[in-house]
């Protein structure tokens, strides 16, 4: 009985083993299914999202192309950022190490509370920057310290550097980081030390400067730790910028512009301590940390003028200098620039923010006479011997227009009516050839439209016309208002560049050439002739050289000594508040007004006179007069540029095809 | 005193010392030792190619573990089968203990170090449950299984160490006790309808279970269920194992290279995913190799419970063989997202001498029953005559 039952308990053990050996062979199996599925039918899936863990790609910054001068000079380059960083895992004691830094160099105290917030927040291996843009000698302390400075390292990285800091910093434009808009998918943008083009050159050829990033594999582990860096692409380096800017004309420039009619003197001169003595506070305050000062001749500290000048070939467009005073440090755009500085350059007056030579508007004044007196001998309506009397004023209907000269000019010819610069003589030239002639003649010489210059940011200006006004205000042109354009007042608007255009084109045997500061690769293309008559050329070219050369014109204290390079020009002075009746009367308008109300002084002039080469545009930004400001800083200015690269065989080959008339000067 | 005098109804001789040497199976041994070896290659592995800290240290373990289970298998079956409930009683008591401690104790210390070894009581308790549910299925007939009341006892048994491992709370050792539990259960011939209602009623309980269970259980479930959830959060487990098995492919990465391993993505690699590890660096076809050999384990775990004549043996074999394959399974079918992340190691593998030891004093049972599979015991568990 026993033994039958222990019989049963076998049978029913035996089977149920066998059950349950057959489930866990199903289970077992099920494993291997799931095995299969895994390794086999997902395994490209996982294949990849392990090497996703595996790998990251790592991006090289390619390094950012230069700006340079027609002579090679670096206007913007990449300077090594030498900085300290520590490593918070191969330290014991960071604050030990950090104490230990600052007794080698200098660490202010809120970038240790810095480092010391950061340590902790980022993970051991990351390193955390202390210190940056420091000096050679610097480093090399370090260098030499670093056995006593366990967790230290040194890093080179590249920061943008403009070794000319404001005085190309409307060409150059700057670079900065790069904000949320700009972000276009590229993973390099996303770097944290990526800087693009904000303005200038630096943003119209950001992308071909930028260069390509190199690429490379490096293996990470889970915490991100670098373990191993796999060779990879190599990025390539942006391609250079070469500009036809002379920098040291253009620094030149820039200086002269700012300087006006004052001196520069050193702070400690005691005509400047006496001038700054005597000055108002926020004048003191202008110059508090200068080293110079500018001082007027009635030894009053003035602030530096605001203008431009513009120096351009006239056969070739190319642009020597463009100046565009205040300017500003382009340098600390490249880590950040403080919301307050910002806030300030927005806020300037001055607007040192503004390339002024391709974006300031200002009416021509007497410098759009000469397109007048163009039009008037290519409509065949007046000649070169067309003479009008200037009792000083003209009436028309019951308007009075009034010449800048009193007691009027009294009889003139052409070329006395520029050298004097007649406002009654082209009334007269404007009632007789009509606006439309005027502003076509504009348009063809560079006004009113844009030049094309290769610069971000130009402006058109404005050459009225019957049309436009229609267009523009629904009131028909009147007649008076073709007076008043004819002497560039009115409506008319000119930026600095088209100035010198326009000058370059009149002197230059009637060629449309086009205004670029991109050095050319190869020879320059011969701009098309503008078919104006060479003869009425010529008489505007010697009407020009008589407001400097003739013993009346208006610019004549610049003719220079019998040994300096004769130069032809135009002064102008453009209005910024119309003179009423009121004014007129009581004599006011010949006061001191507010800087703000005073007339802008122009300029454009060219030369040498019997070959021309260069033509030159200046606007000071309320200046006054244009011959007593505008003129001598062009002549200064047009005779530095062919100081530095005087017309001749020698510096012919980059300046295009010499013109019949042109001669060696 | 022949093997080959043998009868139904009589008990063999008793084997000398010299003769239960030869008649261990020594395949059995050399199964478990490449297993065991297997191990080492893989904890090398995972120190980045050194034998420190884990390789040397688990051979050391290994070497002890093979004494103890050699030893346990020449020692007559009959004494465990007398010692079984003082035993159980030990073991429970210890789990008590450690519970008691690890309450008062801030740190949940649940074990008792003695140097190479940590003693885990819930580990005891796994070998002692399945000698004192043997001894109490050993002899009851197939009727005398079939009265409920009889299954009072044994339920008991398995309950109250159940209940001290859940509220450690060790979810993976709990479910292990209680599936082994229920295999001897099965063997010893409980109606299957038993089974099914328990099963009813498990599903019934579900969700009051789930009240009782501690946030990170519930969380790992939820996880388990949808582990794409919260990748860098506790589904980051799974999914990097999931990552390193896939990527292994058929034939892996090759020994040292695998790259979620060594870059440590792969979390536990040394304990809890060393499947993994190797999974990626053998690929499927060493995976599958070593699962093979722990099926072979199972298979003479099998063929030892079927040619043993006690009741005691048989279950004692099969217990064994059962807690073996709770382990491979439950492992395996974690590491590969199968089921929740529970925390059980793979056996002879995983660095930790606990669930070693646990499966060597199991095996050595294991053997020894196979040392002892003529003897015939009786239901007081003295010798029958």
Known sequence: ?665 | MAISFRSDGLNPPELSIGQKLVAINWLLVLLVVTIAGVGCLMLYSAANGDWTPWAYRHALRFGIGLTAMLTIALIDIRFWIRTAYLGYLAALLLLGAVEIMGEIGMGAQRWIDLGLFQLQPSEVMKICLVLALARYFNGLTYEEVGNPLNLIIPLLMVALPAMLVLKQPDLGTALMMIAGSGAIFFLAGVRIWKFLALIAAGVAAVPIVWQFLREYQQKRILTFLNPESDPLGSGYHILQSKIALGSGGIFGKGFLKGSQSHLNFLPEKQTDFIFTMLAEEFGMVGASCLIGLYVLVLAYGFAIAIRARSQFGRLVALGVTTTLFLYLFINVAMVMGLIPVVGVPLPMISYGGTAMLTMMIGLGLLLGVSVHRDVRIARAGVEED
Request: with cysteine; net charge neutral.
């Open chain 1, 1 to 665: 009985m026993l033994k039958a039952s222990e019989q049963d308990v076998q049978k029913v053990f035996t089977r149920r083993a066998l059950v349950l050996a057959g489930g866990k062979l199903a289970l077992i199996g099920a494993l291997g299914a799931r095995l299969y599925y895994l390794q086999v039918v997902e395994a490209d899936r996982y294949e990849l999202l392990s090497r996703g863990n595996q790998f990251n790609l790592e991006l090289l910054p390619p390094v950012r192309g230069r700006i340079l001068d027609r002579n090679g000079v670096a206007l913007a380059d990449n300077q090594d950022n030498f900085r300290v960083e520590i490593v918070r895992e191969q330290t014991d004691d960071v604050a030990a190490t950090l104490s230990a830094l600052r007794s080698i160099i200098e660490v202010p105290d809120w970038d240790v509370r810095r480092v010391l917030k950061d340590v902790k927040r980022k993970r051991a291996f990351v390193p955390v920057t202390v210190v940056e843009n420091l000096t050679r000698e610097e480093i090399a302390r370090v260098a030499v310290n670093a056995p006593y400075l366990p967790g230290i390292r040194i890093e080179v990285g590249r920061s943008r550097r403009y070794p000319f800091a404001d005085t190309a910093v409307h060409i150059t434009g700057y670079v900065a980081a790069v904000s949320e808009s700009e972000l276009t998918g590229d993973p390099v943008l996303e770097l944290p030390d990526f800087r693009i083009g904000k303005s200038g050159i630096e943003k119209l050829h950001d992308l071909g400067m930028r260069g390509t990033a190199g690429r490379r594999q490096v293996e990470v582990n889970a915490l991100g730790r670098i373990i191993r860096k796999l060779p990879g692409e190599d990025g390539e380096p942006g391609r250079d910028v070469k500009l036809t800017l002379d920098i040291n004309l253009q620094r030149y420039a820039t200086e002269r512009l700012s300087r006006g009619n004052a001196e520069r003197l050193p702070t400690e001169d005691p005509r400047a301590q006496l001038a700054l003595a005597q000055a108002e506070p926020a004048m003191r305050d202008l110059y508090a940390d200068r080293q110079t000062v500018l001082v007027d001749a009635e030894g009053k500290v003035i602030e530096a003028e605001s203008g431009s000048a513009v120096v351009m070939d006239v056969h070739t467009g190319e642009l020597r200098a463009l100046a565009s005073a205040p300017g500003y440090d382009p340098n600390p755009f490249n880590r950040g620039l403080s919301a307050k500085d910002w806030e300030e350059l927005l806020t300037n007056p001055r607007g040192p923010l503004n390339n002024k030579a391709v974006s300031g508007q200002y009416p021509p004044g007497s410098t759009f006479k000469m397109l007048v007196m163009l039009a008037a001998l290519e409509s065949g309506l007046a000649g070169p011997d067309t003479k009008f009397f200037c009792p000083g004023h003209l009436t028309l209907g019951d308007t009075r227009f009034h010449c800048w000269s009193r007691y009027g000019h009294g009889w003139l010819d052409m070329k006395q009516s520029i050298a004097q610069s007649c406002d009654v003589y082209y009334y007269e030239l404007a009632k007789r050839i009509g606006i439309d002639r005027i502003s076509s003649i504009a348009k063809r010489f560079g006004l009113g439209e844009l030049t094309g210059v290769d610069i971000p940011g130009e402006r058109r200006g404005l050459v009225p016309s019957r049309e436009w006004k229609l267009a523009t205000t629904g009131v028909p042109w009147q007649m008076g208002e073709t007076l008043v354009a004819a002497i560039g007042q009115g409506f008319n608007l000119a930026t600095p560049l088209q100035l010198a255009l326009m000058t370059a084109r009149l002197v230059n045997g009637g060629k449309a050439v086009v205004p670029h500061i991109e050095f050319p690769n190869g020879p320059p293309e011969a701009a098309e002739d503008m078919a104006v008559d060479t003869r009425h050329l010529e008489a505007v070219r010697v009407a020009m050289s008589e407001v400097v050369n003739g013993p009346r014109g208006t610019a004549r204290k610049i003719q220079g000594s019998p040994d300096d390079v004769k130069i032809g020009g135009k002064t102008g002075t453009a209005q910024v508040r119309r003179i009423t009746m009121a004014d007129r009367a009581s004599g006011a308008y010949k006061e001191e007004k507010p800087w703000r109300f005073r007339d802008h002084a122009l300029f454009v002039g060219f030369g040498p006179v019997e070959a021309p080469r260069y033509a030159v545009a200046v606007v000071v930004e309320h200046g006054g007069g244009g011959s007593s400001m505008a003129a001598p800083i062009g002549a200064d200015v047009l005779r530095e540029a062919l100081r530095i690269d005087p017309p001749g065989p020698t510096a012919s080959g980059e300046s295009g095809a010499p013109t019949p008339e042109r001669q060696d000067g």
